[in-house]
C-alpha cells in the first residue's frame, strides 16, 4: 500500500467592488499533469457586504472546475490506455 499526497492552491482576488475571483492549481507530481479551475462570484447590490461568502462562492466554483478537469484527464488517460 501507498500513499500519495495531493495538493491544491486556491488563490483569492477581491476587487473591492464585490467581486471575487479564484484560481486553483492541482500539484500531483508523477506524471499528473498540473491542472487548474478558475471561478468567480458577484455581490448584487442588494446583497450584504459580507467578503467570506464570495470567497466560499469562488473558491468552490473553482474547486468544481477543476474536479472536472480532473475527470476528463482521466478519461483522456484511459482511451490512451491498451485494455
Not at 41 to 54: K, T
Amino acid at each position: 500500500m501507498s500513499t500519495k499526497h495531493w495538493t491544491v492552491d486556491i488563490a483569492l482576488d477581491d476587487d473591492g467592488s464585490g467581486r471575487t475571483t479564484a484560481r486553483a492549481e492541482l500539484a500531483a507530481g508523477h506524471g499528473t499533469p498540473s491542472l487548474r479551475g478558475a471561478g468567480a462570484a458577484e455581490r448584487s447590490r442588494y446583497d450584504e457586504d459580507v467578503p467570506v461568502i464570495g470567497d466560499e462562492l469562488a473558491a468552490g466554483r473553482a474547486l468544481v472546475e477543476l474536479g472536472n478537469r480532473l475527470l476528463a484527464q482521466a478519461d483522456a488517460d484511459l482511451e490512451r490506455t491498451p485494455a
